[in-house]
């Protein structure tokens, strides 16, 4: 078993930067395949980024290109997702999620842990 805790959100004004953490416990999760999704008030929950174990691959969601990077750090056993140029929409509860397959999948329904949430909230 894997146990995420996210931390890092907040309110921040438009343009500013936030850094998400996602820090986990349990079984190391050194070769597992990490992600970040968000969901907004009334909207479905959406894969942000996404990165292999060794970080190597890396996705993210056209919305964020150029502005958001994930990353990790094995050794913490933690995954970030800075967060730069922040908009309003970018508002959400932002989740990590993690998988042990090595594929880079956008479907939620594809990993199995996931932490409790951070709130962001981007004011313009």
């Known amino acids: 078993q894997v146990q995420l805790v996210e931390s890092g959100g907040g309110l921040v004004q438009a343009g500013g930067s936030l850094r998400l953490s996602c820090a986990a416990s349990?079984?190391?999760?050194?070769?597992?395949?990490k992600a970040w999704f968000r969901q907004a008030p009334g909207k479905e929950r959406e894969c942000v980024a996404i990165?292999?174990?060794?970080?190597?691959?890396?996705y993210y969601t056209d919305s964020v290109k150029g502005r958001f990077t994930i990353s990790s750090d094995n050794a913490k056993n933690t995954v970030y997702l800075q967060m730069n140029s922040l908009k309003p929409e970018d508002t959400a509860i932002y989740y990590c999620?993690?998988?042990?397959?090595?594929?880079?999948?956008?479907?939620?329904?594809?990993?199995?842990?996931w932490g409790q949430g951070t709130q962001v909230t981007v004011s313009s």
């Open positions: 999620a993690v998988k042990s397959a090595s594929r880079l999948t956008t479907d939620r329904e594809d990993y199995g842990y």
């Open positions: 990165s292999s174990w060794n970080g190597i691959s890396t």
């Open positions: 349990g079984r190391t999760f050194t070769f597992y395949t």
